[in-house]
């Protein structure tokens, strides 16, 4: 169970040698803070999902030096013995705020905040960003391909395409929290309670003198939950008589058939009639092969009969867009008590960091529920509700919006506190069934693949007064 491992040396090489330096300059234990973020909605979406957090919480639980990670440093010959001490007695000591995992976020919001000790809050930089964005990432993909279609199951099928054991694992998880059914992935119920599915493959076929006699064998062992792989041979012609002949004969519990290639509507359409016309109203049709979120809406809007979608590697490594950029950026630092926000200046404005200690909370009008805007605000401050409230565009533009008839939530919960957990991650259950119902409180133009609305997160009037403060200071 990758659990189990000891993931502490899973870092970037510059984790280390700054490390080194911070305790040679003195500065180790000076107090920082750090949040994690990221920039950009993968395949231009409307929002993303956080996800992964239960593996950062295990990740931060279990991290320390083993003697033989010790020796390994000191081999490379560039790190001074009071480093190489410091990590053999390492305990992390930091406070942690995080968003649960679930929950719909926007760019440039806190996913995380990390408050203290300078040397180990910067450490865990590579580890934070691997957990949360691949798994965020891969749960957004999910959520897109789920809601493409429109109340049908969507299994997850990409475990032997996915990049590397821990991808498949994960991912999988990171699917059924973003709405998939469930996995093929066997290893990902055993360790998180997906539930593991799958009919069979074209070798069970195959392998037997006849398809019929596949299909009634497959029948006999799995009575009830018969699913027959009709795409060997001839979906019309052969495939889907044998399989009609099966479940009349032995009448499974559940029935249905998959169809892997091919014409997908066509097939799906003709296969319906055909199985409707032998009284087989209940037997279910699961489509499969590269499927995509734009796939299966084109599908279903040409009417295919498909009732179940087979995803596999376009959700696994989420191949549209691969990638979410997340970062993980110092905000403040902590000088005799008192918090001196800092500021990353680009010449790209959207690489332009929001200074100081945050958190974010989310507006919902009071009347329909929906959430109408997000506010990143400094630590001490609160959002009124018994009055109207300002929004400031993180652009510069004054005053963009102005929010009322509203309440406010706090988006972060406190994870850690000076390094001891106190927070208990829910059941993944809980977690997809939180996923599902903070989905449903976006607003359906948030919801389009295509050219999106823009939801708003913007700053309070401290924050925003704070950013650009500090953005004349840095003019030369």
Not at 112 to 139: D, K, Y
Request: net charge negative; hydrophobic share 40%; proline share 4%.
């Amino acid at each position: 169970m990758i659990e189990r491992l000891n993931l502490t040396m899973l870092t970037d090489f510059y984790e280390l040698t700054m490390a080194n330096g911070y305790l040679a300059k003195g500065c180790a234990e000076e107090i920082a803070y750090f949040d994690l973020f990221f920039r950009k909605i993968p395949d231009n979406g409307g929002f993303a999902l956080c996800a992964g957090l239960e593996q950062l919480i295990g990740y931060l639980n279990n991290l320390k030096f083993e003697q033989d990670d010790i020796d390994y440093l000191r081999a490379k010959g560039i790190f001074s013995e009071e480093f190489l001490c410091y990590l053999m007695t390492f305990k992390f000591e930091c406070d942690v705020w995080a968003v649960p995992e679930g929950t719909p976020v926007f760019p440039g919001e806190p996913l995380l905040t990390v408050r203290g000790p300078l040397i180990q809050a910067q450490f865990i930089e590579t580890i934070a960003l691997l957990s949360i964005c691949h798994q965020s990432l891969i749960a957004t993909k999910a959520n897109r391909i789920v809601r493409a279609a429109k109340g049908r199951a969507v299994m997850e099928f990409g475990t032997r395409r996915a990049h590397g054991t821990s991808a498949a694992i994960y991912g999988a998880r990171a699917a059924y929290i973003g709405g998939c059914a469930g996995t093929s992935c066997v290893m990902a119920e055993r360790d998180f309670k997906v539930p593991a599915m799958g009919t069979m493959a074209h070798s069970w076929v195959q392998i037997f003198p006849t398809e019929y006699e596949a299909f009634e064998s497959y029948a006999q062992l799995y009575p009830e939950n018969t699913v027959l792989l009709v795409d060997t041979y001839n979906v019309l012609k052969s495939g889907v008589p044998n399989a009609i002949k099966v479940f009349q004969e032995y009448k499974p519990k559940n029935m249905g058939i998959r169809i892997d290639s091919g014409d997908m509507t066509y097939l799906s359409k003709k296969a319906r009639a055909m199985l409707d016309a032998a009284g087989l109203q209940d037997c279910k049709i699961v489509a499969s092969n590269s499927l995509d979120e734009n796939i299966i809406r084109d599908l279903i809007d040409q009417g295919a009969c498909v009732d179940i979608f087979g995803v596999g590697e376009r959700l696994i490594t989420s191949r549209s867009e691969p990638v979410l950029g997340g970062v993980y950026k110092l905000s403040a630092i902590e000088v005799n008590g008192v918090i001196e926000p800092k500021i990353k200046i680009s010449e790209n404005v959207e690489k332009i960091t929001n200074p100081g200690f945050k958190k974010f909370f989310r507006l919902y009008d009071k009347d329909t529920q929906k959430a109408i805007a997000d506010v990143i605000t400094l630590a001490d401050e609160e959002i009124p509700e018994d009055q109207a409230y300002e929004l400031f565009d993180p652009g510069f533009i004054w005053k963009r919006k102005i929010a009322s008839n509203f309440y406010a939530v706090k988006m972060q919960k406190r994870i850690f506190k000076k390094g001891e957990c106190i927070y208990d991650s829910p059941p993944i259950e809980e977690i997809r069934n939180y996923c599902a119902l903070q989905v449903n409180t976006l607003w359906e133009e948030l919801l389009r693949f295509e050219n999106p609305h823009e939801y708003y997160v913007d700053l309070s009037k401290e924050l925003w007064e704070l950013k650009n403060r500090l953005i004349k200071e840095f003019q030369y």
